[in-house]
């Protein structure tokens, strides 16, 4: 059984779930649990990847908007806009502008990203100075002079490699 | 009532997809291999005759030992 967060405990009441299992605020250490929803009926889901809700967004409706679903069973043409609108809210909580409206969510991801991306980077620093052993004497610069010196010598590659770029009557690179 | 649209093609889709992109796959590779063989092997080959042609193996030899990078004979000032 999933539990959800008490977010919309009204939402919920209407669901007719706290039937099941309500708030228990009578515990002993005061705190309160999350309300089970009983998964086992459909629920109003409002996704942009979930087109078209299982049950209306509405369930107890009062005298009013019950009369108003009695009158949508005849033609619509008889509905002014202010009905039609009220029927919409009945099945639905918003209005695809409303739900797809966009947040700011994008600025926390991306300044959370680089803190934590900065925080790394100084892990990396102290560990280039603390743990990483030095550079291997091979790897400096005068060896590595001498071993293209070397390389040069041994004419490797003299047809289309590294010897075929190199001018051995000027001693110095081709153009 | 709108208008009726034209009726779509109904038959013979794999067919026509499979024939388009079996028609591209030729053309690829046939042409990525003579690509290959007319931008890199030829030229490749050109440039191994050419190197060869007037290559004085000994004189080769010659330069090589003077640089001292043979272990069995030394420049020959030594």
Partial sequence: MLSLPVLRAGFLARRGVLGLAAVRATHSHGKSVAIQENMSVPHYIEKRNY?????????????????????????????SNEEKLALYRIKFCQTYVEMNRPSNEWKTILGVTFMFLGFTGLILAWQR??????????????????????????????????????????????K | MSSLLPKPQM????????????????VFCFGSALIYKFG?????????????KNHDPVASFEALREAGVFESVRPKGK
């Fill in chain 1, 51 to 79: 087109p078209l809700p299982d049950v209306p967004y509405r369930r107890d409706l009062s005298v009013d908007e019950k009369a108003l679903m009695e009158k949508q069973k005849g033609s619509w043409k008889e509905l």
């Fill in chain 1, 129 to 174: 100075y603390y743990v990483i052993p030095n550079k291997p004497h091979t790897l400096s610069d005068e060896w590595k002079a001498k071993q293209l010196k070397r390389m040069l010598d041994m004419r490797t590659n003299p047809v289309e490699g590294l010897a075929s770029q190199w001018d051995y009557d000027k001693n110095e690179w081709k």
């Fill in chain 2, 40 to 52: 890199v092997a030829e030229p490749r080959k050109r440039a191994y005759t050419e190197y060869y």
């Fill in chain 2, 11 to 26: 038959r013979g889709l794999l067919t026509r997809r499979l024939r388009f992109h079996a028609v591209g796959a030729f």
